[in-house]
Each structure stands twice: as C-alpha cells, then as structure tokens.
C-alpha cells in the first residue's frame, strides 16, 4: 500500500532533481526524432523542443517543454520556462502537423511562462491566446501529457487538446502554490495551504473533470524507475491514439470544442 | 492574479477615495496631476482630467454608455452567479469574498454582456468591471463571454470587448484558467465565420484573460496609460532582478512593440469604433 500524500508532497516529488524531464522520455517513447527549431520571426527557444518521429509505426508530431539537466543545460533551456517564441514555433510545427495529417502530442513540463521585459516585448499573453484559438481548431488529434508541472498559461499555451493525461504526481495550477500563498493568504510561507486549497493534483484534477486520466508512476516517483514510467507513458499514449485516429475529423473537432465549452461550474437562477 | 500590485499604484482602480471628491462634489482633483476640475466638466470629459489626460477607471455600466447609442443595451446573462466550486478558503472563504464584491460594486459579476447598437450598427458587447475582485475570470465570467461569442456568430453580427482584469481567478483553480481556452477556442469560431472583434483594453489588461479573448481581436485598441502585460511589473522585477524601465507595458509600450494597432483616448473610441465597423464590416 503506498502512503497517501498530501498535495505538497507531491508537488515536492514533481519538482524533485532527479525527476525525468521529456528528454528522458523522447528516445523511451520515440524513434526517429527529429528536431525542427525557430519560429521563424525571431529565434528559437530551447524551453520547448518541436519535432517529428515515429509512435511505434507511426508518424506524429512532437512538442515537449524541457527543463535541463546539467546546470548549463537549465540556464539554456531558461528552467523550461518559455518565450514567445516557444510557443510560436510550437504553432508551426503543429500547423505543419495538420498541413500533412499527423497528429499531435504534446508534453508539458514548465512552472511557467517567463516573466521577462524580452518576454512582454515580443508579446507573450498574444503568443500563448494565439495558440489557444489555433489548437483548438487544428484538424489533427491532439493528444496532451502533463509530465511534471503544468505552469498556468505557460502550460496552457501548448496545452489544448482531445485529451489530457497527466502523471499521478504532476500537478497543474492556475497560479504556483508559492504565488498564490503571497498573493491570496498573504504569506509565502503558506505554499502547502494553497497548494491543497488550489485542488492541483492529479487526483483532484481528474474528479473535477479537467483531465481525463491518470497514467500511474512506480513507487516513490518517476526518478525510481524511469523505464517503466515511460512504458506507463507510451501504454496510455497508444490507447488514446488508436481511439482518436479513426475519428472522422469533423466530430472529433466538434468534441474538441464542447471539451472547452464545458469547462466552468456555476449556478443559473431562473429569470423572473 | 496579479491584483497585490495593481492595488498598490497610486492610480488603482481599486484604492478608495481615488477621486478625492471635496465634500459639495462640485469639485474633483486629479489624481495623477493634483488639478482642480469641475466636476460637470469631468463627467462630460469621460473622467479623462482636462490637463493632463489621466484616464480614470470607469464602470462597467459606465463603459457602455460612452460607447453605444443611447437605451439601445440590452444586457444578457445576468442571471448567472457564481459559487465556491472548490471550498475555498485563504484570508476569507471565496463565497464571502463574492458577496462582498457584489455588494460592493452592485454588479453580479465582473463582466455584464449584452446586445446594443454602436451608430446604428448592432453589436455583442462584454464589458469587463475590475472592481469585481480584480476583473478575474472565473466560471462565469468565461460562460458569459462563450455566450455573447456564440451571440455574435449565431446573430452574425460583431463582436466588441472592454477589458479590465487581473487575469484568472484563482478561488476556482484550473477551472478559471481553462475558461481560456474556453473562451478562444470560441473566439477561433468567430474568427472562421469571418465577424470582426474589436477589443479594446482598458487600465489594467494582464495574464489570463489578455493571454486569451482579451487579445484575440481582429483589431486591438488600447486607452492611454494603461497597464497591458502578460506577467505582473513585480513578478517580472522578482524574476530578473532589476528595474524595469520607465513606461514598461504601457499601452504606448505595447503599441511600440507592434502588439495593439492604437492608442486612442476616451472621448474618441465610439467613433473609431463606428468607422472601423463601417470599413470592415458587411452584414452577409
């Protein structure tokens, strides 16, 4: 029996050092990857990785965000944090994707968008809404795995999908813990409190209906068993594909869109 | 989410005797400049100070009427209420921070939406309030929205927003920050059934609700002055550790940077409105 742990905990494990990054998983999962970089207006952001590759026999498109391992490596990849331009190329690449009929996976990985003046120069609130409206009516399946942290919009902006899964100890937030603590109980040191006020785990996510499934971690994390979390990864990933693939295009927009629609929970007095 | 800061410039929306009316209400005195206005001169002035510009907050309700023709609003989905989806509770519980805003300001929401006639051409307007915890978007703030973007596409008629909001609200979670993509994905049907959306944003426009709707026009309009930005200006100083320069994320910044097509004032936005809807716009 494993013990329960409290949603701190888990955020704890989900930003724990040795936890995988997507480049742990990519080659567990992928063959044949190759990496597409530049959005093509300003630069490349190595935050968010784009490519395509082979799932098994077949081809998709592939957008993870990576934190970095070595300490140059994190500085690079900004600690996964993106710009404008990460999520501009990832546009790119999922419109090339829908241009030549491949699907979509995306992975998300980031504590969130990079508060920065290059950042608000470039446009980041445009980059990331741009994204939202343009997921949403891309005509290829899009399949979405919350690896680790799902950073608000920073998330979001690669995010949309047909369906969302998310490892058993990766959380999703509108805000951080710590952000939410300072802002709303007015006092950082109150991350633990918001982190269990704020309803961000995987569990919790999936009873409010924001996710759709839960892919299992071995005991103790990700980091004890990094094989054995991708095949985890890689059983649920091939599920969801073989539904989605065969969907005629047109419904599976249509259920896409209702997806969205149906998101939000609130109360509609009668008119007098 | 970024509603500690905006609270703290001298200009907040939210700070309490912003106005320092003097005891007949006869008189006004700038805020940002210290002038003595009449307060009919104000009013009549869209309380833009005469001498220096300053843009005052507006209402909601304030808002629509600058903006549209006269008793031609009609408000929609004002039925729709809030609650406390997911027990929340930090300084207060999240139902009692509701009851106090809505008491508050009068409104049910922060956002009114409704049908009205812009010149004679009709329109769906959203009209955010910020003195409605901060303008965020929540459960009901994202169906109101989805609703009057459905409106526009299914009456195929334009589509117009005024925005003033902190971003998401993050008493419900995940929820509010999916009431983005609700939103665009929305938006992104408006925008294939070929209806012009113009938003114009208003003192303050950040994080959620401008990474959505809020920025997704076909046409953007700024009011001078105000604040416009992704993360808040202290996130940003907290991150990179240094001061940020003088006018950052100002509607004049972002129009510098290619991110809004104008800066126009108060007085003028009805009518280049109007003429942006006269060029764009055939009704089909």
């Known amino acids: 029996m494993k013990k329960e742990l409290t949603p701190w905990e888990r955020i704890l494990l989900a930003r724990h050092p040795q936890r995988p990054t997507f480049l742990d998983y990519l080659p567990e999962l992928f063959d044949d990857f190759i990496e597409l970089h530049g959005d093509r207006y300003f630069g490349d952001d190595p935050a968010i990785i784009t490519g395509f590759g082979f799932f098994g026999e077949e081809r998709v498109a592939i957008i993870g965000q990576e934190k970095g391992k070595t300490v140059q490596d994190k500085i690079k990849r900004n600690f996964g944090m993106p710009h404008p331009e990460g999520y501009r190329k990832a546009l790119r690449i999922m419109k090339l994707a829908e241009k030549f009929d491949i699907p979509i996976f995306s992975f998300i990985d980031t504590p969130g968008a990079y508060p920065g003046i290059g950042a608000e120069e470039r446009g980041q609130a445009m980059a990331i809404a741009l994204n939202l409206k343009e997921m949403s009516l891309l005509r290829v399946p899009i399949i979405v795995v919350i690896l680790s942290e799902g950073g608000s919009g920073g998330a979001l902006g690669i995010g949309i999908g047909d369906y969302i899964l998310i490892l058993e100890n990766a959380y999703y937030s509108v805000i951080s813990p710590e952000g939410c603590a300072s802002i709303l109980f007015r006092d950082s040191n109150k991350a633990p409190e918001a982190a269990s006020a704020l309803k961000i785990t995987a569990e919790d996510l999936l009873k409010l209906g924001l996710v759709d499934e839960i892919i299992s971690e071995p005991e103790g994390g990700a980091h004890m068993d990094i094989i054995k979390t991708a095949e985890n990864i890689r059983n649920a990933l091939k599920k969801v594909y073989l539904i989605l693939k065969n969907k005629p295009v047109d419904i599976l927009l249509k259920e896409r869109y209702e997806k969205l629609r149906n998101y939000g929970k609130f109360v509609e007095e009668v008119k007098k | ?284």
């Open chain 2, 1 to 284: 989410m970024f509603i500690d800061w905006i609270n703290k410039r001298k200009d907040s929306p939210d700070k309490k005797n912003v106005f320092k009316e003097i005891p007949d209400g006869l008189w006004i005195k700038c805020p940002q400049c210290n002038q003595i206005i009449y307060s009919k001169d104000w009013k009549e002035n869209f309380k833009v100070c005469i001498k220096c510009g300053y843009h005052s907050p507006l209402s909601a309700y304030e808002r629509i009427e600058i903006l549209t023709d006269e008793n031609s609003f009609k408000e929609t989905d004002e039925n729709l209420l809030s609650y406390d989806i997911l027990g929340f509770h930090d300084t207060k519980p999240y139902s009692q921070r509701l009851l106090e805003a809505q008491r508050e300001t009068g409104l049910k929401e922060a956002v009114i939406t409704g049908i009205a006639t812009i010149d004679g051409i009709p329109v769906n307007m959203i009209v955010m309030d910020f003195k409605f915890i901060g303008g965020s978007m929540g459960s009901v703030v994202g169906e109101k929205v989805t609703r009057a973007i459905e409106r526009s596409i299914n009456d195929n008629i334009p589509l117009i927003s005024v925005i003033a909001s902190g971003g998401a609200r993050m008493q419900e979670g995940l929820i509010s920050l999916f009431q983005m993509a609700k939103t665009s994905a929305a938006i992104g049907k408006l925008d294939r059934a070929r209806i012009p959306y113009i938003c114009i944003l208003t003192h303050p426009s950040t994080a959620g609700v401008l990474a959505s709707f809020g920025s997704l026009g076909d046409i953007i309009i700024a009011e001078p002055g105000a604040l416009i930005g992704f993360a808040g200006p202290r996130v940003i100083e907290q991150t990179i550790k240094q001061k940020l320069p003088e006018g950052f994320q100002t509607a004049e910044f972002v129009l510098e940077h290619g991110m809004i097509d104008m800066v126009v004032e108060r007085k003028k936005l009805k009518p280049t409105i109007s003429l942006l809807l006269k060029l764009l716009w055939r009704k089909k």
